[in-house]
């Protein structure tokens, strides 16, 4: 059974730093890009980073940039997220997902639409 299941959400003070995992079961990770998108209540979802399965190309969104790093862990079949100096702004529902084939650059990054696999979201809370 194909799947991705995010972890590592929780609540953090301002300033704060958290790991959020997407771990694959019944496909290889490291032949898909895998992006990180997240939505806020009454926001529409943005697209915060992702990682190519060819290069290791990267894209951040401005918003995060210089605070998120994404990376992979072939041998987990995990990719991670660590948020760090988090603002209350990131509060928000974080979601994983995987697309064969997509072309990731540090200037741009795939649509939604392009991603075949979704996670179910993982709850990232920052507040004092």
């Known amino acids: 059974q194909v799947q991705l299941v995010e972890s590592g959400g929780g609540l953090v003070q301002p300033g704060g730093s958290l790991r959020l995992s997407c771990s694959a079961s019944g496909f290889r990770l490291d032949d898909y890009a895998v992006g990180w998108f997240r939505q806020a209540p009454g926001k529409e979802r943005e697209g915060v980073s992702c990682?190519?399965?060819?290069?290791?190309?990267?894209y951040y969104a401005d918003s995060v940039e210089g605070r998120f790093t994404i990376s992979r862990d072939n041998a987990k079949n995990t990719v991670y997220l660590q948020l760090n100096s988090l603002k209350p702004e990131d509060t928000a529902v974080y979601y994983c997902a995987a697309g064969s084939h997509l072309f990731v650059a540090s200037w741009t990054a795939p649509e939604p639409a392009e991603y075949d696999y979704w996670g179910q979201g993982a709850q990232v809370t920052v507040s004092s």
């Open positions: 990682i190519s399965a060819s290069d290791g190309s990267t």
